[in-house]
């Protein structure tokens, strides 16, 4: 199963980007997303992740108040809205899909992960 993941670019500080990823329905309707971001020089790191059937979410600390993950079922689209973008938010973004998820307690593990789609880059100029 292939994720597809857009809406990246070049965005302002303070500014707001809205990523999607797409998946086909087959094993997705259950699945946990995550989006995890990796910046030049730095490991990969969770973002935001959530579980599809129930809306239920997890965020990193350092993007909680200020990015939404949210999903449209219909769609098949996982959405991660990002708002008072940083410089510090600048990486490229990938959503991944966990299509047997386990407690939320793993959502922010990258191994936990089936799927995975090709990144989309964002940039926050100050």
């Known amino acids: 199963v292939q994720l597809q993941a857009s809406g990246g670019g070049l965005v302002q500080a303070g500014g707001s980007l809205r990523l999607s990823c797409v998946a086909p329905?087959?094993?997705?309707?259950?699945?946990?997303v995550g989006w995890f971001r990796q910046a030049p020089g730095k490991e990969r790191e969770f973002v935001a992740a959530?579980?599809?059937?129930?809306?239920?979410?997890r965020y990193a600390d350092s993007v909680k108040g200020r990015f939404a993950v949210s999903t449209d079922n219909a769609k098949n689209t996982v959405f991660l809205q990002m708002n008072s973008l940083k410089p510090e938010d600048t990486a490229v973004y990938y959503c991944?899909?966990?299509?047997?998820?386990?407690?939320?307690?793993?959502?922010?593990?990258?191994?936990?992960?089936?799927?995975w789609g090709q990144g989309t880059e964002v940039t926050v100029s100050s």
């Open positions: 959530i579980r599809r059937a129930t809306g239920g979410s």
């Open positions: 991944a899909a966990d299509f047997t998820p386990g407690p939320w307690s793993t959502w922010q593990h990258s191994n936990a992960y089936d799927s």
């Open positions: 329905g087959r094993g997705f309707s259950n699945s946990v």
